[in-house]
Nanobody
């Protein structure tokens, strides 16, 4: 079973940047497609970004395209989300997720394992 631990959240001013990281416990980390999701208070959890097992395939929600970048480091068993030009509406609890069977998934139901989340707060 994969354990995922997110880090890097915090308070940032609008227009600023943050880098989120997700560390995976599984040595076969490269067997999993990975994704980032977020959930703001009173809203449903939504897709943010995904990356394939090889790291070649990536996908982004329209709301973050051009601002966020997802990447993975197989040697370190980590996946990162670089967030630039942050907006007030990006504030949320951000979750890392792993899929053992999907190649590249935007649907949260495609993911088997989830982290506990890291909070991102954006101030004006």
């Amino acid at each position: 079973q994969v354990q995922l631990v997110e880090s890097g959240g915090g308070l940032v001013q609008a227009g600023g940047s943050l880098r989120l990281s997700c560390a995976a416990s599984e040595r076969t980390f490269s067997h999993y497609a990975m994704g980032w999701f977020r959930q703001a208070p009173g809203k449903e959890r939504e897709f943010v970004a995904a990356i394939s097992r090889t790291g070649v395939g990536v996908d982004y929600a329209d709301s973050v395209k051009g601002r966020f970048t997802i990447s993975r480091d197989v040697a370190k068993n980590t996946v990162s989300l670089i967030m630039n030009s942050l907006k007030l509406e990006d504030a949320a609890l951000y979750y890392c997720a792993a899929s053992s069977w999907a190649a590249l998934a935007t649907n949260q139901h495609s993911y088997d394992y989830w982290g506990q989340g890291t909070q991102v707060t954006v101030s004006s």
